[in-house]
């Protein structure tokens, strides 16, 4: 099992900047796709942002240019660098940890609140 803790969300004024963390722990290893989420209100959750343990990185169309996902392996720990928020970034941002062979290795942190003020 892989055990995720997202931290870093809070409420920033249009145009700032915030950071996300996410901290992993247990067998992360077996995981092999690393990904951020969101889900705003009355909405399904969706892609963000996903980062290979290689280090390949993909982004949705609405936040390429303004995000930027990362991980540091010899922490565990993978980052979204949130720039130039939009009112429409609010929601809450969820890390995700699974691998692509295996549909049943698929874990989620608690969440956390961003919120974007205009």
């Known amino acids: 099992q892989v ?4 931290s870093g969300g809070g409420l920033v004024q249009a145009g700032g900047s915030l950071r996300l963390s996410c901290a992993a722990s247990g067998s992360t290893s077996r995981s092999n796709t690393w990904g951020w989420y969101r889900q705003a209100p009355g909405k399904q959750r ?11 990185a993909v ?18 720990t993978m980052y979204l660098q949130l720039n130039s928020l939009k009112p429409e970034d609010t929601a809450v941002y969820y890390c995700n940890a ?10 989620w942190g608690q969440g956390t609140q961003v919120t974007v003020s205009s």
């Open 3 to 6: 055990q995720l803790v997202e």
């Open 46 to 56: 969706e892609l963000v942002a996903t980062i290979s343990s290689g280090g390949s």
């Open 98 to 107: 699974r691998n692509a062979y295996v549909t049943s290795w698929n874990y």
């Open 59 to 76: 982004y949705v169309n609405d936040v390429r240019g303004r995000f930027a996902i990362s991980r540091d392996n010899a922490k565990n």
